[in-house]
């Protein structure tokens, strides 16, 4: 990995594996004309999933000591991230320090400040509320979410918020191939207070989530948070998988292969699934951390970046 020179303008960095790969290259300039930031530009740090933490503290001191960086978005190693470099940020929002992971750095407007922030909580619920009908935890379905990474401490947390009153779901079942990361998620989501059941299995291979996938109830939710079949090619489950009736297919990922999405798609007359791939997770996740990094009023532009979006996705 290396680092990027001295930022000459308003520099906004995406910190992930295969950044030149992503839409929001394109999408950005359009974003950043319709918010005024007309001199603002991203640009992609690549890293090495699971790195050296020195890799880590580079690049947050690159971002905190460089003017005209004024911040990024990071996705695959929000958690790496925040073990490495905690201690580099002069600001950790709540989210942060609850889920240890770090998707948003920006500075103070005065620069002197480096702040980190957990979006996915805000993200993943905006996102749900696109597609999940409403009480639809009364139906009495499980969630389950494959891949113990920050999207999934991200989603739990905000499917059993208080906010939502009885409309929780009964039980999340998570599901990861290393122990350790298993073990991770079970003691940050043991912080939270609600009646939702959480179950932790050890799945080192697909053949592990079929047999979980079989057990679940009608009208349930099950998710690839994995990040397979976008920075690394197949799906947490095998083609023999049978998704439960009635159910929702959340497909986190947005671009790459999406084996997970179409294994969904192949049962969705037969079992009445509605199936969801990540392009408005995607939109939501960009927006509120664009907004964190450059300081601007993301809601009363909402409707506009959205569409803007739809219609790149439809001219791409």
């Known amino acids: 990995m290396q680092l990027p020179d001295s930022a000459t303008q308003p520099t906004m960095y995406f910190i992930g594996v295969t950044t030149t790969k992503s839409s929001i290259m394109k999408l950005f300039p359009l974003w950043a004309k319709e ?14 999933i699971h790195d050296e933490d020195q890799v880590y503290q580079d690049v947050v001191n690159f971002i905190k000591n460089d003017p005209e960086s004024k911040g990024a978005l990071v996705t695959t190693h929000k958690i790496d991230l925040y073990n490495a470099a905690k201690e580099n940020f002069d600001y950790l929002d709540p989210y942060a320090k609850m889920l240890d992971e770090i998707s948003s750095i920006s500075k103070s407007e005065n620069g002197n400040e480096l702040r980190g922030h957990a979006k996915d909580p805000i993200t993943s619920g905006l996102a749900l509320e696109e597609f999940v009908p409403e009480n639809y935890w009364q139906k009495g379905g499980e969630v389950f979410l494959m891949g113990a990474g920050g999207s999934t401490l991200a989603i739990s947390s905000y499917l059993t918020d208080k906010k939502h009153g009885d409309n929780v779901p009964k039980k999340i079942i ?25 179950e932790f299995h050890h799945a080192p291979n697909p053949e592990d989530n079929d047999k979980i996938l079989e057990t679940l109830s009608p009208h349930s939710l099950v998710v690839n948070a994995t990040g397979l079949g976008k920075d690394r090619p197949g799906s947490p489950l ?12 959340w497909e986190l990922n947005y671009r790459g292969e999406l084996d997970f999405m179409h294994q969904a798609l192949a049962q969705k007359e037969e079992r009445n699934l509605h199936v969801e791939d990540g392009w408005i997770y995607f939109i939501h996740g960009w927006t509120q951390v664009i907004g964190e990094v450059f300081n601007v009023d993301i809601k009363s532009h909402i409707n506009q970046l959205e569409q803007i979006a739809a219609d790149f996705q439809k001219n791409k």
């Open 174 to 198: 998570i599901s990861n191939r290393s122990e350790q990361r298993l073990v991770s998620a079970k003691n940050l989501l043991s912080k939270l207070d609600t009646t939702t059941e959480f």
């Open 35 to 48: 918010l005024g930031l007309d001199n603002a530009v991203l640009k992609g740090i690549d890293i090495d």
């Open 238 to 249: 095998t083609d023999k998988g049978v998704f439960p009736n009635d159910s929702l297919a």
